[in-house]
């Protein structure tokens, strides 16, 4: 995350499936906290939340396009976000799973 972002950012996964060649593509939507830059997510590792209590963590690899153009006016018109994620969790990232980054 940038410098300067204070707090605690959540999104709420509302869409989930496999990415084509590798990773996955995760549709989320800010759930609470400061609206990061899209700049800063790439390269973050954010923590995996089940609705069970599963954990896991994702990486942020990069943005689909399929929901438009990425940027930072759009995210925080819609604060909504394709993420391009590698998981490191099992199982699978899915619909309802909170991701959260800060502290």
């Given amino acids: 995350m940038a410098k300067g972002d204070s707090g605690r950012t959540e999104f709420r996964v509302i869409d989930a499936l496999d990415h084509p060649h ?4 995760l549709r989320v939507k800010l759930q609470d906290g400061p609206v990061p830059s899209v700049r800063s997510l790439t390269g973050t ?12 963590q994702v990486t942020v690899l990069g ?18 976000l ?3 994620v590698e998981e490191e ?4 990232v899915s619909l309802r799973w909170t991701l959260s980054a800060g502290g």
């Avoid at 590798?22 to 593509?25: A, E, K, N, V």
């Avoid at 590792?45 to 896991?56: F, K, V, Y």
Wanted: net charge positive.
């Fill in 82 to 84: 394709d993420l391009h």
């Fill in 45 to 56: 590792t954010l923590r995996a939340r089940s609705p069970r209590g599963d954990e896991g």
């Fill in 22 to 25: 590798t990773g996955r593509i």
């Fill in 89 to 92: 969790s099992d199982p699978p």
């Fill in 63 to 80: 943005f689909s396009l399929t929901g438009g153009k990425v940027s930072d006016a759009r995210f925080r018109e819609t604060r909504r």
